[in-house]
Each structure stands twice: as structure tokens, then as C-alpha cells.
């Protein structure tokens, strides 16, 4: 039989496909043969640092409410890096008009593909959770955790990278780890300034109102999860998404997908991550979370960046089960509490609930702390249930900027056709349907034999603000 040798074949080397359900295919670069010593994005895929995002979940707790929501960070990351390359292509043609000392495209489209694959490399169990309940300790955030990770474990082989899947880049430039740091985290006071104002403008894709990360956990989350939502329309708004001398911009003719997606993100964080059973969980963790952390990692994870790696939450889990025949009393409470988690024992149980808007907040409707909505609350009970168990949760969510002119890091700028102009004013118009902020006041209680006592006493610390309901579910 004659063998074929046709020169398209190869296209196909160097390349491999990820099989993804909201991306289809994930296209990945890898060594261009079996015998080849070169650094791809496989190399940093296949790390242990990369490999530790498969044992921490997307979603902390929403995943107890909506059982096929198993999916882990690592599938995120992967689908991110996706979305980056995506935009990569797109604007580069206005970026490279508006900044003449860009790189090559090849060199952004892999800037943005790695930011996009490494900008959760530094969470820990629980995600967020994890940030607010115990790297507050010392002022850190999975962010700055992250790009400690890029530097110092990663950076010498994201630096041997000289590829990405649309092609090599050109002569003399090398891909930096700072610069992929640089992207994942807002910068501190006069950092950005020190950048060159390309990659002041591509962080522009990993902040605001759109990004490369949220375009992709709304659609996996709400797929994964089973939750309807309108379709996301991601290729219109990509479409015309570039860059002017104002910064970010989108075409007039990309407001509506704009809004479908904002209104997409606000639904999805009422019904999903704000799920009054999501939040009764949360605030059963709350409990136990830092005491917990504090015996697996005593100390700044900074100090001890390699024990980190160990930091997911399998490991944690392994450790609270073995606690059970601890002689430290500590350890065996803590591990009486992760058992009923784990086995979904649902502490907390929503006796009321109300939503309060901007308008309300700025009317000086209620407190800025959950514990002084408790305090008043329980002096508001009747005297025999003073001493009754409760929890105010205060969940707030930013469907979209306050004031999209002022807030830089959320600039959006519109670009007019017909008068060839570009301003973010339009914008107020659209977000006149949105609102700006919502507050999902919650009162808890461990069962709900007093959920009209307690559902009276939050309407009179209330007053007649929000719109609230009693439930019993």
C-alpha cells in the first residue's frame, strides 16, 4: 500500500484537543514530536500545580444543592484559557493600531491563554471561602497567592514557551511571568503605571464587567448545575469587543448581548450561589473553616509555598475524617462538625427572607454588619425567645457597575457608529433595567419552629423596606 505524505498533515503537529461541554474543543499546544525537549502549554497543564485544580470544586457549596455541579476549577481554568485565545484574536488587529509597541499576536494570544489557565492557580478549598475565612489572616488573597505560584514554580518553564496554537512567536521576544502575573490580579496604587500600556489595556479582559474568566463559569456553571438560562450569545459579544485610545470598547451593535449576559449573571447568583440552602451551608462552615485550617496550615502560605500544594480538598477531607479518634478534643469537635456537612446535615434553616435594593441602602435602610441586624433582631423577639439561635447573611451582588463612567477598573466604552465616537454614556440607558446592587437579607435558625416570631421581629428592623417573604421550605 502507498503511503500518503500530504504536507497538511502537518498542521496537526504540536496541537492536541481538550473535549470540553461548553467549548466543544479546547485546543491545546504540546511538543511538536515524541523526542522533542520543548516547553508547551501541556508542560504547565500537566503540572502538579495545575493538577491540584481538579480536587478543588468550582462551586464551595452550591454543588450540595445542585448534585451534577461536581465540576472542579481545573475544567474552569481550562475553559478560560479558551476564552482568552478567543479574544486574543479578536482584538488584536485594534490593539495593535492603538499600541504600536505591542508584541506579535502569537506572543498575546499566549499572554492571554496562560493568565486565562492561571488565574485560579492560587485558590484554595472552598474557593472564595477560603480567601475571606483564612488568608484575611494575613492580608492575602488566592490572587497574590497565584502569581507567587507563576513566578516562583512556574515562571522558568512559561518562559521556555515560544509557541501558541496559532503559531511561534517572533524573533527575540520571550514570554515573561511577571506579565501573566500582572494580568490575574488588580493592581496595587501605581503598579499598572509601570507596565506598558498594551498589557495595562489587555487587563481590561480579566476585570470589569465581562471577562474572559466569567464569560466561561456562567455558561459551565449554569450547565453544569441544570439551571435554564437564555442563551449566552459569547460570539456576538466577542465580535465587537475591541480596543480604541479610550480603553475597552464595544460596538453599539453589542449592547444587547451585553445585557443578555449581565441579566444571565444576576439570575444565576439568585438561584445558584446565593441559594438560601448554599448560604445555610455557608454559614455552617463559617463555624469550623478557620479553626480548621489553622492544623493543616499553621502558617502565611507565602512562607510555606510548597506545603500549599498539598492544599485542596481532598486533603482536607482526609484529614477532619481521620480526626474522629483524635485524643485533642479541638480535632474531634471539628470533626464532628465536617461529618454532618459531608453528609449533608443542613444546620441552618431559612426562616425569612427579603431583598433590599441600592435605592433602599442609600436611603439609609439597614446596617453594614449581619451582627448588628442580629443584635436588633433578637431585641425585637419576644422575651422568651431572646436566648433563640440565629443567623443574619447578608448576600450582595454587583450585576453591574455603579456608576459605569467613574469606575475605571469597569469601564466599558461604547463606540457609536454614526457619529464615529466612543463614550460610556450609553450605557446608562441599558442599566436602567439592571440594578446596580442587590441585597439578599436572610435570617437563619436551626429549625423553623419560630419562623413567624422571627419573620415579625426582621420586618419591624426592616421597617417597610424590601420585598420579603416568609417561608417555611
Not at 485544580?53 to 444543592?65: D, E, F, G, K
Request: net charge neutral; charged share 25%; with cysteine.
Amino acid at each position: 500500500m502507498k503511503k500518503n505524505n500530504f504536507a497538511q498533515q502537518n498542521v496537526y503537529n504540536g496541537l492536541a484537543l481538550i473535549a470540553d461541554p461548553i467549548h466543544q474543543y479546547i485546543l491545546f499546544t504540546v511538543p511538536e514530536n515524541r523526542t522533542a525537549k520543548e516547553t508547551t502549554e501541556q508542560s504547565i497543564i500537566d503540572s502538579p500545580w495545575m493538577q491540584r485544580l481538579r480536587r478543588i470544586y468550582q462551586l464551595q457549596s452550591a454543588r450540595w444543592v445542585y448534585p451534577a455541579a461536581e465540576h472542579s476549577r481545573f475544567q474552569h481554568s481550562l475553559g478560560t484559557m479558551h476564552m482568552a485565545g478567543e479574544f486574543a484574536k479578536s482584538v488584536y488587529p485594534s490593539l495593535s493600531a492603538v499600541c504600536r509597541d505591542v508584541p506579535s499576536c502569537y506572543y498575546v494570544e499566549e499572554l492571554l491563554r496562560l493568565a486565562g489557565l492561571l488565574h485560579d492557580i492560587g485558590h484554595g478549598p472552598y474557593g472564595h471561602f477560603f480567601d475571606d475565612n483564612f488568608l484575611s489572616d494575613w492580608g492575602l488573597t488566592h490572587e497574590t497567592i497565584g502569581q507567587n505560584i507563576i513566578v516562583k514554580k512556574l515562571g522558568a518553564d512559561i518562559g521556555r514557551i515560544r509557541r501558541s496554537p496559532s503559531g511561534g512567536f517572533s524573533r527575540g521576544e520571550v514570554m515573561d511571568a511577571r506579565r501573566v502575573a500582572f494580568l490575574i490580579k488588580m493592581p496595587e496604587a501605581g503598579e499598572a503605571e509601570r507596565q506598558p500600556r498594551w498589557l495595562q489595556m489587555l487587563r481590561h479582559l480579566f476585570s470589569g464587567v465581562y471577562t474572559v474568566d466569567n464569560l466561561d463559569y456562567v455558561q459551565r456553571d449554569a450547565y453544569m448545575t441544570g439551571f435554564s438560562l437564555d442563551m449566552v450569545d459569547i460570539p456576538r459579544l466577542r465580535y465587537y469587543t475591541f480596543f480604541t485610545e479610550e480603553g475597552l470598547t464595544l460596538h453599539q451593535s453589542g449592547i444587547s448581548a451585553l445585557g443578555r449576559f449581565l441579566n444571565a449573571r444576576l439570575n444565576l447568583y439568585t438561584n445558584v450561589y446565593f441559594h438560601r440552602t448554599t448560604r445555610g451551608l455557608d454559614l455552617h462552615l463559617q463555624e469550623i473553616f478557620h479553626d480548621t485550617m489553622r492544623f493543616i496550615l499553621p502558617g502565611n502560605p507565602l512562607d510555606h509555598l510548597d506545603d500549599y500544594l498539598q492544599c485542596d480538598e481532598w486533603n482536607l477531607f482526609n484529614h477532619v475524617r481521620g480526626w474522629q479518634g483524635e485524643k485533642d478534643k479541638t480535632k474531634q469537635k471539628l470533626a464532628a462538625e465536617w461529618k454532618k456537612l459531608h453528609d449533608r446535615e443542613v444546620k441552618w434553616k431559612m426562616s425569612f427572607v427579603a431583598e433590599i435594593s441600592l435605592d433602599q441602602m442609600q436611603r439609609g435602610v439597614g446596617f453594614a454588619r449581619a451582627a448588628d441586624y442580629e443584635k436588633k433582631i433578637r431585641e425585637s423577639l419576644p422575651k422568651k425567645l431572646k436566648d433563640l439561635a440565629l443567623k443574619v447573611d447578608l448576600a450582595t451582588q454587583d450585576p453591574r457597575p455603579l456608576n459605569p463612567i467613574t469606575e475605571r477598573e469597569k469601564r466599558i466604552n461604547i463606540f457609536n457608529p454614526v457619529t464615529q465616537t466612543t463614550s460610556p454614556e450609553p450605557l446608562l440607558d441599558m442599566y436602567r433595567f439592571i440594578p446596580a446592587r442587590v441585597m439578599h437579607f436572610r435570617v437563619f435558625s436551626i429549625n423553623h419552629d419560630h419562623d413567624a416570631e422571627l419573620s415579625a421581629a426582621a420586618e419591624r428592623v426592616l421597617g417597610s423596606s424590601g420585598k420579603s417573604s416568609l417561608t417555611n421550605i
